[in-house]
């Protein structure tokens, strides 16, 4: 038997680690069975070609409990290690050079590089551990060797009588720690971190149908049929599924599979993912993965974090932001990349070059799977455009080359349900929605129902409204604007028709100008000049007499400022709301207030028009509501 120090100079390094080496306890599991599955790979590697005296056959890991002994067991049949490899990567590899890292470790009390830098993985042990032993027999015949060690420097090496390939880590595990003894918190450990690994995990064993007997069924003398019960077999209980869909080449997989794999992903959800885009590329870099468009809403605080970062199978976080572009974090499914950097603790990704590059093909890739979904089955695409629409604007929004890919597929739908790609839309409204400036007018609404009136005076004119009605669109049709040449975009009830896309022809007003000078005096000693700008404006007799209209700049500066940005900088968050009060000249109605001859009926008359155009955009509420409808019951009668 040897007895020694591991090499390392520092007394409390031990009680650092299980303070400090993880801000997760829990992390130690994954630690384990990673370093387990590293060594039946490398097992795997050199079977191959021909390097290991014994066979590879159809290695497994195992995790059991021993509640009664305080004692969790991690095995492995993989590579093993001799006493002479024991000492060199347990007790020398793993703190070499930690050192001088430990002061600024203690200070920080955080997750720090070190484990990384230096191959600690193995002691996380300690954080829930009193004391470890590793019982391990290497693939190349050697004699087992037994080490122990108590959570002090000091350790014990000696030759063991374990007979089969492998490694055992024995956790005695420590009082602060008894989780780790029930067998309901390491399920969900497994289940969490260790779910795709690529080598079948055992934890227990499990009853099924024996596969090979087929139960008889007999008759009795009344001809009354009975089964017998079908016989149970035990068989080992493999924890998770070391195949997962991503790691397959797509050629390989069916629609079904990828259905059947967002189900064990997200398995309390629902909903069928709209489609899927499978990541597949070995150079520059390594990546592979799925991500899933899920169906969706207007709504930007979706759920994130739900796309599950992988590094060789093994769990690793759910915050992808870095490797993700912002946009797609919307998305679900799984990112599995060996080239990604990671601290210490494996959840913070470090932004350097190699990602930003994975990002830019995420990006490309997701852009080239909607333009040959958009090619392949537009009909199709356009009936899930009101569920992907958010994430694909953002992408618009915030990413410059998905922007510019955008175009082959990116739709704006019209209220009457039609849709046009931005080309398309630009063709079809260039002829008739082209003011006398020469600038194209692309007209839309937001609420159908809110703005009905001003769509149908629209529409009147021949014209297409489109139907934006994200909380973006603010931000997105400013971008639009600042790269299309000479176009603009105006919401349907921003001002009159007219004045949205101003022609050559203008009407003529009926009034004098005198009469028009009587009626400004009149009405603004009526209406509350601190909520409406009074505007007269000669338009078709038939048009409204009094229209609301709020100011198309002024507007979109407060909803950018709400969905973030943009207003801020203008002080518009604090301006009080204002609204342009369009007064047709050419209304009989409003011929018929200037000539009324008491004040107090053209006083009325005014502010039931008034009220009836608040009524129309949703302006009229609480007691101004009340007191519109008890007037006008007194007018009915």
Not at 220 to 238: A, R, Y
Request: aromatic content about 10%.
């Amino acid at each position: 038997m040897t007895k020694g120090s591991i090499n390392v100079s520092v007394e409390n390094i031990f009680p650092l680690i299980k303070k400090f080496l993880y801000s997760d306890h829990e992390i130690f599991l994954r630690e384990l069975i990673s370093n387990g599955t590293d060594a039946t790979l490398k097992l795997k590697h050199l079977t191959s070609i021909g390097e290991s005296k014994s066979e590879y056959g159809n290695p497994k890991l195992e995790v059991k409990i021993d509640k009664e002994g305080k004692k969790l067991h991690i095995i492995d049949q993989g590579l093993g290690m001799t006493a002479d490899e024991v000492e060199k990567y347990i007790n020398q590899v793993a703190f070499s050079g930690a050192e001088e890292f430990l002061d600024k470790y203690k200070d920080s009390a955080k997750d720090s590089g070190i484990i990384g830098h230096f191959g600690l993985g193995f002691y996380s042990a300690f954080m829930v551990a009193e004391k470890v032993e590793i019982i391990t027999k290497s693939h190349t015949g050697a004699d087992a060797a037994h080490w122990t060690c108590d959570g002090s420097p000091e350790f014990t090496l000696e030759p063991s009588g374990k007979e089969t390939r492998g490694t055992e880590i024995i956790l005695h595990i420590a009082e602060d720690s008894t989780e780790f003894l029930e067998e309901s918190r390491i399920r969900e450990l497994l289940m969490k971190y260790n779910k795709f690994m690529p080598i079948p995990i055992k934890f227990g064993t499990k009853e099924i149908n024996d596969p090979e007997f087929t139960p008889k069924t007999t008759k009795d003398k009344d001809g009354k049929e009975t089964t017998e019960p079908h016989k149970q077999i035990t068989v080992d209980n493999i924890i998770n599924n070391p195949n997962p869909a991503w790691t397959k080449q797509p050629t390989e997989l069916e629609d079904q599979n990828y259905k059947d794999f967002y189900r064990e992903l997200y398995p309390a959800q629902f909903e069928e993912p709209l489609f899927n885009i499978h990541l597949n590329v070995d150079y520059p870099f390594n990546l592979t993965g799925i991500l899933y468009f899920p169906k969706m809403t207007n709504d930007m605080n979706i759920q994130k974090d739900k796309i599950q970062l992988y590094q060789n199978q093994v769990y690793v976080t759910d915050n992808v932001e870095g490797i993700v572009p912002e946009f797609l974090t919307m998305l679900r499914g799984v990112i599995d990349s060996p080239d990604i950097p990671l601290n210490v603790s494996r959840s913070y990704l470090q932004a350097d070059g190699a990602v930003k590059k994975i990002s830019s093909y995420i990006t490309r890739k997701v852009a080239d799977k909607l333009k040959s979904l958009f090619n392949a089955n537009r009909e199709d695409f356009e009936a899930k455009w009101d569920d992907i629409k958010i994430v694909i604007e953002y992408g618009m929004l915030s990413e410059e080359k998905f922007f510019e890919k955008a175009d082959a597929f990116a739709l704006y739908p019209t209220v009457d349900e039609k849709f046009f790609t931005y080309e398309e839309l630009f063709n079809k409204t260039k002829a008739n929605q082209t003011d006398k400036d020469g600038k194209l007018v692309l007209l839309y609404a937001s609420n159908k129902d809110q703005q009905h009136s001003y769509i149908e005076a629209a529409k009147a004119k021949g014209y297409e409204v489109l139907m934006l009605d994200s909380p973006i669109v603010p931000h997105l049709i400013q971008k639009l604007e600042s790269t299309k040449e000479n176009i603009s975009f105006a919401r349907v009830d921003g001002d009159h028709i007219d004045n949205l896309i101003k022609k050559d022809e203008t009407a003529i007003s009926k009034l004098s100008e005198e009469q028009q000078t009587a009626l400004d005096t009149l009405l603004k000693e009526v209406i509350p000049s601190e909520k409406f700008m009074v505007q007269l404006e000669a338009m078709d007799s038939e048009a409204s007499p009094f229209i609301i209209t709020q100011p198309e700049f002024m507007r979109r500066m407060k909803e950018m400022q709400q969905t973030g940005g943009g207003g801020g900088m203008f002080g518009m968050g604090n301006m009080p709301e204002m609204y342009n009060l369009i007064v047709n000249t050419n209304s009989e109605l409003v011929n018929e207030i200037l000539e009324t001859k008491t004040k107090k009926k053209q006083e009325r008359l005014i502010n039931q028009s008034l009220d009836l155009a608040r009524l129309s955009q949703g302006l009229l509420k609480g007691e101004e509501l009340t007191n519109f409808i008890k007037r006008s019951y007194e007018m009915i009668k």
